[in-house]
């Protein structure tokens, strides 16, 4: 067995044995490009001496590593290599097994040793490369990302010392924009440990491929370290500031360019200058990475608008292969293809390494059958009324087969069975698309008529108002909640109960928990966060968050009702009243189409977690809820649970990948919404429900956040869904981060009667939680409650 080996050794598929570092390093110099020579101390030498290193905690094992007894065999081949690269100062990193890989980079986690002389000190940093693996910040920073410590191993790597003029880094892409076509370098004087380390401001530079500096900013040189005779580094201090020269740029451009190449994707690369050559030093891809940026057209402005609002966080693998192309999203693409108009939701959330990349808003196109779409509108809305699409034969099927695979008792089912569930869950949801398909013409053109006679009579104004009144399945709940809330309201004890948003607290109330079960009966499944996706739980899974809404209502006075009849009250003619009621029946198919389309989600949801289950008990996954970072067709090629060998190492790629993605946004906000000038405004947005209120700034990121809203409060949250609408009641004012005047804040906002504004991007980043704050619903303006248009 070989414990050394030259770098030339290894290529990036030998991680195992040469660590991220170490393959990555063997991969360039086989490559031809200018590395230190050097070689690798495998982490088969790591595992001869861990066998001679008793077991305890991080502490005790990394003394024990430093004071290891090496093997003589080790010490004979380590003495042969280091003759081998001349005997003099050398460069000494740790390999783990774990790190320089995608999403995983494990940067400054275990230990480099800089210009080491000689046989001993040379043994001795090795062994403290070892014993780096169990430092605390090592440890937590595997825990975090769900390696286990048996999955890890360290080699160390050993190179000739470059006594660097100039060292730094380079980036193969902006790491701030994500544009590829940028390569970012830093700089300073002297080792590049300074500028690694942080303890510089090094030269920024901004390059194109062809080494053409687009930004360039010098650094301060706080301090320049440089080796020591005898070996070790000092700092230093008062070197002044040079600009690298233009030949030295191009050739690290150059250099940049051929290695991401070569490694098929952007790379963090560590390099030095010195005697005239540029080598390379380290590279690994780079992590957190934005994704390229965009330019987008008006509609994929518009059209982005919306699947903000819908994709509060990236969605996983498993929402990718079930929920997304199965679930509102694939219905609306169907939708839209019925009538001709073909890439609506196309591609638009690309996948890199298995893990959602970033939302690239589609921009749809017109077929030929666009040409026939007229017709086809004008026939559909003759033969399908929206006032009797409930008596549907493709409605009463689907209700039935809802109940009957809501039904299964999914922990008694055999494997076989329960891998087919998911599949039925989403096999349920087609025909109402197809109900959507026909039925939704009349309500676009009840809709139509409805406001052309408005506009002809000078009332277009009472239009929103008007369709708010609609009879729908989300007004049963609100009702439905507020008798709740008004229980609650009346019994103090109850309320305590309901406060603490414990469930077993509140079946010490037999007659409210009876109501309540029933309510999550009929409403359970309900979204908390969002429709187009499978993994966050509905109202049913998570009681506590309905618990949240009655709070929020029985803190408040109960709420008056009636405002939409005020509007119709307005109009005196039949004929208008009569186009008000058709718009109505529309807008409720609308909304009560989306109600019932949603009910197979729960139950995908649970036969996933099943699943998930399973895996567990077999030893495959840690917890089910893992069961998310796969796709549906790896589940279903497992024979039996037991036979997910390689579904554990998907699982830690991905979660990863995910935990790497954690900082990074599906799209810049900005790129929806463009910035315009706003004065002295917070933020600003589309008007998108008139008047103007003035209120604490109460910031509404999830679900769980809806107890914090008081009575006044200004409502200022990413995006909302139909489980947000009870907020509203005790709103002044909202202020969403994504959406338009069509979204349902916007709508709810109007039919309430408070302001609204939409599509601010950065509203809940900007705007400081408490902060009393004035909203202009006519003009999209939000500003300090304080400044002179308050």
């Known amino acids: ?23 990555n390093l063997g991969e360039l110099v086989n490559a031809g490009f200018s590395v230190p020579d050097g070689f690798v101390i495998t982490t088969d030498a790591y595992a001869e001496v861990a066998r001679s290193v008793a077991s305890g905690d991080g502490a005790a094992l990394r003394a024990e590593f430093e004071a290891a007894t090496v093997p003589d065999e ?16 050398v460069a000494v990193r740790s390999s783990a097994t774990a790190e320089d890989l995608p999403g995983a980079a494990f940067a400054g986690q275990q230990d480099t040793y800089l210009n080491v002389v000689g046989e001993a000190a040379l043994l001795d940093a ?33 190179q000739r010392m470059v006594d660097a003029e100039f060292a730094g880094v380079v980036f193969t892409a902006n790491p701030v924009t994500g544009d590829r076509r940028q390569l970012v370098v830093d700089a300073s004087s002297g080792l590049g440990e300074a500028v ?16 053409r500096v687009h930004e360039w900013s010098p650094g301060r040189r706080e301090v320049v370290i440089k080796s020591v005779a005898g070996g070790g580094v000092a700092e230093q201090t008062g070197a002044t500031v040079e600009r690298l020269p233009d030949r030295v740029l191009a050739e690290l451009a150059r250099l940049g360019t051929q290695v991401a190449e070569h490694f098929g994707r952007p790379q963090d690369i560590e390099w030095a ?13 780079m992590t957190a990475l934005p994704p390229p940026p965009l330019q987008l057209n008006r509609r994929q402005r518009k059209i982005g608008s919306v699947l903000l609002e819908y994709l509060p966080y990236r969605p996983y693998p498993i929402d990718m292969s079930t929920w997304v192309p199965h679930g509102p999203v694939g219905m609306m693409a169907a939708v839209t293809g019925a009538y001709g108009i073909r890439g609506a939701y196309d591609g638009f959330l690309p996948e890199v390494d298995g893990v959602v990349d970033r939302l690239v808003p589609p921009s749809p196109r017109l077929s030929l059958g666009a040409l026939k779409a007229p017709f086809k509108l004008f026939d559909r809305a003759r033969r399908y009324d929206p006032a009797r699409w409930t008596e549907d034969p493709r409605f009463i099927r689907f209700r039935a087969d809802v109940r009957e695979l809501a039904a299964l008792d999914l922990a008694k089912l055999p494997w076989s069975q329960l891998i087919r569930v998911p599949r039925r869950a989403l096999g349920l949801v087609s025909p109402v698309a197809d109900l959507r398909i026909d039925y939704l013409p009349a309500t676009g053109l009840a809709l139509v008529r409805l406001l052309i006679a408005l506009k002809l009579t000078g009332r277009e104004r009472l239009l929103g108002d008007l369709i708010a009144g609609a009879p729908t399945r989300t007004a049963d709940a609100n009702r439905a909640l507020a008798a709740l809330a008004d229980q609650v309201r009346a019994d103090p004890p109850l309320k305590a109960a309901v406060d603490d948003l414990d469930p077993a607290k509140v079946a010490g109330f037999p007659e409210f928990h ?27 899974e998570s009681p506590e968050t309905v618990l949240g809404l009655i709070k929020v209502l029985a803190d408040g006075e109960p709420s008056p009702d009636g405002h939409e009849d005020r509007a119709l009250a307005q109009l005196r003619s039949p004929r208008i009243r009569r186009l008000v009621q058709r718009a109505r029946v529309g807008v409720a198919f609308r909304e009560d189409s989306h109600f019932y389309f949603t009910m197979p989600q729960p139950i995908l949801r649970r036969s996933l977690l099943e699943i998930g289950r399973r895996l567990v008990d077999a030893g495959m996954l840690d917890d089910p809820e893992q069961v998310f970072h796969l796709r549906l067709e790896e589940l279903e090629a497992l024979a039996d649970p037991a036979g997910g060998d390689r579904l554990r190492g998907l699982v ?6 995910r935990e790497e993605l954690a900082g990074v946004r599906l799209i810049d906000p900005n790129l929806v919404f463009p910035r315009e000038d706003r004065g002295d405004a917070l933020v600003s947005g589309t008007p998108a429900s008139g008047g103007r209120a003035t209120g604490p700034a109460r910031i509404i990121r999830e679900p769980a956040e809806f107890p914090r809203l008081n009575s006044g409060d200004v409502l200022v949250c990413r995006y909302t869904n139909p489980s947000w609408t009870p907020l509203f009641q005790r709103a002044a004012a ?12 916007a709508i709810v906002a109007r039919e309430y009667g408070i302001p609204a504004v939409m599509g601010t991007a950065d509203g809940t980043s900007t705007i400081t939680d408490g902060l009393t704050i004035t909203v202009d619903g006519d003009t999209g303006r939000v500003v300090p409650a304080n400044s002179e248009e308050s």
């Open 126 to 158: 090795v062994r403290r490369c070892w014993g780096s693996l169990w430092t605390d910040r090592a440890i937590a920073y595997r825990e975090k990302r769900g390696i286990a410590p048996d999955e890890v191993h360290i080699a160390v790597v050993v």
């Open 273 to 285: 200058y010195a005697a005239g050559r540029v080598l390379l030093l380290q590279a690994r891809p």
């Open 74 to 89: 080790l010490l004979e081949e380590i003495a042969d290599a280091y003759a081998e690269v001349g005997s003099g100062p």
């Open 734 to 745: 909202v202020v969403v981060d994504s959406g338009g005047s069509g979204s349902h804040a």
């Open 652 to 657: 830690a790629a991905r979660s990863a990948r």
């Open 514 to 540: 009876a109501e309540f079960t029933a309510f999550l009966a009929e409403y359970g499944h309900r979204e908390t966060e969002t429709p187009v996706l499978v993994t966050p739980p509905s109202w049913g």
């Open 196 to 211: 690694v380390s942080g303890l510089v401001t090094p030269d920024h530079y901004v390059l194109d491929p062809d080494g």
């Open 1 to 23: 067995m070989d414990f050394v080996v030259p770098l030339r050794g290894f290529g990036r598929e030998d991680l195992a044995s040469a660590g991220g570092k170490g393959a």
